[in-house]
């Protein structure tokens, strides 16, 4: 009797748990499926990833004009840069002026980009990926770009900033950090060594496991990791010196260092062009030097909306895996530096 009840339950369990498995998974795949429609669309056999949303001209107004009306094109580096849900990437970047020159903008519409940044930066080949994607547009379309910072621009988001003709800020932006994070590197040897474990490494090739945290580093092995960030650090003073004339290599290196500097301030060592102005000023400015004299034209931002990729993340996973994830939480720069990743980022601890 007991083993009839007992089986009973269990059977039930199963088919209750089987039955909420399966409700979640036909959830999701509907929420892709409506996603994928609403925030994805065809133009002949392009697919497009990005919805178009009107934001506020110079005077503070959305209007919906004619498919023939010119565009600013806004594009925001917020957040982490690389780091992806939540922040921004090189191939969301180039998604967004690929499809800027494809349906409903085809004709040249694309009249200018400007650059909406509060970042501390992120991962160097996002950095420096999106950077020339900004670059090449600029020469390919022959548009100008200005940059308008609002809030922080740094390390990252100082590299990227550099693709813009012009900089602007408001008075309370910081603005810099030339400088460059290599991942961290920890040593567990002598606990190793305390609590009696012994490890093993099999490796091939001179150095392929320099930095082992499982046994005493040698002399000088660090080597290799100290020429590639030498190598960045030196790529970005290259970068900022050239785009900057204003701040000379020697002032760069031996004082302003990896330093982040108010608008005023940054205004001053050439950072920036103008410090003290607002989002509207800034606009007003770009319409001029693109010879846009009314109120005719539309500031755009594309952006994928498809918030099913949050619903799919890793956070969001354990509602339909039942996986309860048990972590030691690091800041975010601490995500990166354990994931092998040079970083052109700034995170005071």
């Known amino acids: 009797m007991r083993d009839s009840i007992l089986y009973s339950a269990i059977r039930a369990l199963v088919v209750a748990f089987c039955v909420v498995i399966g409700l979640g998974l036909g959830f999701v795949f509907i929420s892709v499926f409506i996603s994928t429609l609403s925030s994805s669309g065809t133009e ?19 209007k919906a ?3 023939q009306s010119p565009v600013i094109l806004q594009i925001d580096i917020n957040g982490e840069i690389g780091m992806g849900v939540g922040g921004v990437d ?11 020159r494809e349906g409903s903008f085809k004709g040249n519409r694309v009249k200018a980009l400007l650059l909406y940044i509060d970042t501390p930066g992120g991962t160097v080949n996002d950095s420096d990926g999106i950077f020339r994607a900004l670059q090449e547009y600029k020469k390919k379309y022959q548009v ?21 003709d012009k900089i602007f800020a408001n008075d309370i932006s910081l603005i810099g950090s030339v400088g460059v994070l290599s991942p961290p590197f920890m040593n567990f040897s002598k606990l190793l060594d305390k609590i009696g474990i012994d490890t093993l490494t099999i490796s091939a090739g001179k150095d392929k496991d320099a ?6 580093w040698k002399p000088s092995e660090e080597e290799n990791h100290r020429q590639i960030v030498d190598y960045y650090y030196n790529h970005f003073v290259e970068i900022v010196t050239t785009h900057r004339p204003n701040i000379s290599k020697d002032k760069l290196v031996k004082d302003y260092g990896a330093h982040v500097f108010p608008a005023p301030q940054a205004k001053e060592y050439g950072f920036i062009d103008f410090n003290s102005v607002t989002l509207a000023e800034t606009l007003k400015e770009l319409l001029k030097e693109i010879g846009i004299t009314t109120n005719d034209y539309q500031v755009i931002r594309l952006e994928n909306k498809g918030w099913w990729k949050t619903l799919l993340s890793s956070q969001a996973s354990s509602l ?3 996986k309860i994830q048990h972590q030691i939480s690091f800041t975010p720069e601490g995500d990166l530096l354990l994931g092998n990743e040079f970083l052109y980022l ?3 601890q």
């Open 65 to 67: 004009l004619t498919s």
């Open 90 to 100: 090189e191939k969301s970047i180039r998604q967004q002026l690929m499809e800027s």
């Open 320 to 322: 339909f895996t039942g």
């Open 211 to 216: 930095l082992n945290p499982f046994r005493p």
């Open 144 to 164: 100008p770009i200005y940059a308008y910072v609002d809030g922080l621009c740094a390390s990252g988001g100082m590299y990227i900033a550099l693709a813009a």
């Open 346 to 348: 700034y995170r005071p």
């Open 44 to 62: 002949g056999n392009l697919t497009t990833f990005n919805t178009e949303e009107i934001l506020p001209n110079a005077e503070g107004e959305r």
